[in-house]
T-cell receptor
Framework: NAGVTQTPKFRVLKTGQSMTLLCAQD?????MYWYRQDPGMGLRLIHY???????AKGEVPDGYNVSRLKKQNFLLGLESAAPSQTSVYFC???????????FGSGTRLTVV | GNSVTQMEGPVTLSEEAFLTINCTYT??????LFWYVQYPGEGLQLLLK?????DKGSNKGFEATYRKETTSFHLEKGSVQVSDSAVYFC???????????????FGQGTILTVHP
């Protein structure tokens, strides 16, 4: 099925470890986004990309890095995980932003 | 900056009851407005949208009207079902051009539970 695929779905990290979350879309969308979801806070934008080779900071970028080497993939990296990064991470893509996003099913990350 | 405020939950209703979830927004431009739904363990799905003032979005019995004069986009359904139990998010997006790039600003979400 066409859509947005996130891997992994679950992960437990120790403080200080690093990891990369992968987001892949097969809809030829230009825009891609990474959000984190925390209870009572809705979704907050971490980073986004408006095309291959471009990235930009969102609302809460500290502690994260991203890369968009290929149009269909958007990677989110945590270089040194902290307990405050325990969250559910969602990737989304959009063809023009105006008409809404297609979301992935999320990655639940726990940092202990 | 942009912001979205939703009514606080959780909301608990009996099947066939009328649903309203309030949403108001603050935006610097002329935003598009959205309602997303998240079922347990899943990602968000677009429920409905409206792209200009007085537009009405509708889907699966849900409706919301873009009211520019009151900066509101309240979600309504005339008769809820148990299967409507989910978290509902109101969101806005400034126009995709310029420097906004379609970024969505979300409300905090409203948990809806419908009992038989």
């Amino acid at each position: 099925n066409a859509g947005v695929t996130q891997t992994p779905k679950f992960r437990v990290l120790k403080t200080g470890q690093s990891m990369t979350l992968l987001c892949a879309q097969d809809m030829n969308h230009e825009y891609m986004y990474w959000y984190r979801q925390d209870p009572g806070m809705g979704l907050r934008l971490i980073h986004y990309s408006v095309g291959e080779g471009t990235t930009a900071k969102g609302e809460v970028p500290d502690g994260y890095n991203v890369s968009r080497l290929k149009k269909q993939n958007f990677l989110l990296g945590l270089e040194s995980a902290a307990p405050s990064q325990t969250s559910v991470y969602f990737c989304a893509s959009s063809s023009a932003g105006l008409y809404g996003y297609t979301f992935g099913s999320g990655t639940r990350l726990t940092v202990v | 900056g942009n912001s979205v405020t939703q009514m606080e939950g959780p909301v608990t209703l009996s099947e066939e009851a009328f649903l309203t979830i309030n949403c108001t927004y603050t935006a610097t431009g002329y935003p598009s407005l959205f309602w997303y739904v998240q079922y347990p363990g899943e990602g968000l799905q677009l429920l409905l949208k409206a792209t200009k003032a007085d537009d009405k979005g509708s889907n699966k019995g849900f409706e919301a009207t873009y009211r520019k004069e009151t900066t509101s986009f309240h979600l309504e359904k005339g008769s809820v079902q148990v299967s409507d139990s989910a978290v509902y998010f109101c969101a806005l997006s400034d126009h995709a051009g310029g420097t906004s790039y379609g970024k969505l600003t979300f409300g905090q979400g409203t948990i809806l539970t419908v009992h038989p």
